[in-house]
């Protein structure tokens, strides 16, 4: 988790501005919510599915993929009021012992807030055959 999150704030280059000598950079998501986005992802894939938990970082948004699409009929819709489905109790409690994720259904919800508050675009969550992709952008 925490080294996932190490990579994507080294190779995340917001954008920013200049005045004068002074470069600001743009807002970003925080580590709690990188946290999150990882620690979901995967705490509720589907491990019979051979591949990995992919983690992209492109220059205006980062996407993580997870194999097995959404647990137990749960849709983007109902993620987005904090609706969870545990497929991996035993996992989602290890992980819950050791910090790494929060209440139950709040990862979503605060990357939607996070991004509302940033004035960034709102996160995506994706369902293609197989797949959760989830998208939190970087940049307006």
């Known amino acids: 988790g925490n080294d996932t999150v190490a990579f994507i704030e080294r190779n995340l280059r917001p954008p920013s501005t200049v005045s004068g000598l002074t470069r600001e950079d743009a807002p970003r998501p925080s580590r709690e919510s990188l946290r999150e986005l990882i620690a979901n992802a995967v705490a509720h894939r589907h491990y019979g599915i051979a591949g990995p938990t992919q983690v992209r970082v492109f220059g205006n948004r980062i ?7 959404l647990p137990n009929g749960v849709t983007p819709a109902a993620m987005r009021v ?16 050791l910090g790494l994720v929060d209440a139950v259904g709040r990862g979503v919800v605060l990357l939607l807030e996070e991004a509302a508050g940033l004035g960034l675009p709102e996160p995506t969550i994706e ?3 197989g797949f959760a992709v989830v998208t939190l952008f970087v940049t307006s």
Do not use: I, K
Not at 63 to 69: A, Y
């Open 127 to 129: 369902t293609p055959e």
């Open 82 to 97: 904090g609706v969870s489905v545990r497929r991996n109790e035993f996992l989602v409690q290890h992980l819950e012992s």
């Open 63 to 69: 996407e993580v993929l997870s194999p097995g699409g």
